[in-house]
């Protein structure tokens, strides 16, 4: 029962009502016996300033950030972690007595949900996919191992090489070139998004690769199902949201709840 000492955290995006996050993380707080909620705010475009300074006002514990605002709420933040600060994104905020702080869970989510299936070392990795999201998984991979990202409109590709990426065009030479040398493939496309499109044609797979699918709608993606028929290991969506929550579970409460149990509550919301 929520009273008078109960933290609250919440989601902020447009639309918000649609998330998962909600139910992974009140699952953890339960668990975990922490005395918080985390509510869905759907904020509207011209409101964001406004909802920070709520944040401020009301002492909300934390939020995340969601599309449309990981890039615009920077400006009312009042400081940014390293990672953060170098790709301009935030999906995570942190209020320590009033100083908000941002962070980035993206990069180290995919990077944690990928180690379930192998381990990274040296291994040479190509993402498709330049987006919010292709952007903060190459910076965060590009820290320890070889990436090359292709995107169908090639500069945003080209804009990722301040990280030490290689950037370039998605098409289909490029794909039988990168997938020929990478051992790791991770698509960060909304391709296959609720359809069943597949941003890479099954017969260009081979079993030496580990596909990783960021879209979780569906769990099981055109691209991982081809890629299981071809012998590769596979890793879905659901895990890197999943480890992006855990992540900011941790920067929020210092502790780090069970994946299992994050992962239960959101196929229970995903009805599933
Ligand atoms: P997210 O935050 O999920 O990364 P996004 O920033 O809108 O969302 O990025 C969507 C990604 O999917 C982009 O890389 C986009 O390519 P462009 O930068 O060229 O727009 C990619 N994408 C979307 N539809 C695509 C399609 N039909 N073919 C190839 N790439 C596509």
Redesign the pocket.
């Known amino acids: 029962m929520a009273d008078a000492k109960t933290g609250l955290y919440g989601l902020i995006g447009f639309p918000a009502r649609h998330s998962l996050s909600p139910a992974m993380h009140n699952a953890a707080f339960k668990a975990l016996g922490i005395n918080a909620v985390y509510l869905a705010f759907e904020v509207h475009p011209d409101k964001l300033g406004e909802a920070i300074g709520g944040v401020r006002a009301l002492g909300i514990s934390g939020l995340n950030v969601t599309?449309p605002y990981k890039e615009a709420v920077v400006r009312f933040l009042n400081s940014l972690s390293g990672d953060s600060e170098e790709i301009g994104s935030v999906n995570t905020v942190v209020n320590r007595n009033g100083r908000l702080e941002g962070h980035t869970t993206d990069g180290i989510g995919a990077r944690r949900a990928l180690e379930r299936a192998v381990e990274l070392g040296d291994r040479r990795i190509l993402i498709l996919?330049?987006?919010?999201?292709?952007k903060a998984i190459a910076h965060e991979l590009a820290k320890d191992n070889e990436v090359v990202v292709l995107?169908?409109?090639p500069e945003?590709a080209r804009a990722l090489e301040r990280f030490g990426v290689t950037g370039d065009s998605?098409n289909r030479a490029n794909l039988v070139k990168y997938i020929e040398w990478a051992e790791i493939l991770i698509n960060?496309?909304?391709?296959g998004m609720n359809s069943w499109e597949t941003?890479v044609s099954g017969e260009m797979l081979n079993e030496k690769l580990v596909v990783m699918d960021?879209i979780y709608k569906p769990l099981k993606t055109r691209l991982l199902s081809e890629a299981e028929l071809r012998g590769c290991r596979t890793v879905d969506g659901l895990w890197m949201l999943v480890y992006q929550g855990i992540e900011s579970f941790r920067l929020w409460t210092g502790l780090e709840p069970d994946e299992n149990l994050m992962r239960g509550a959101v196929l229970e919301g995903l009805g599933q």
């Open positions: 599309m996919g330049a987006g919010g999201a292709g995107n169908r409109t945003k998605l960060a496309t909304s391709v941003p960021i």
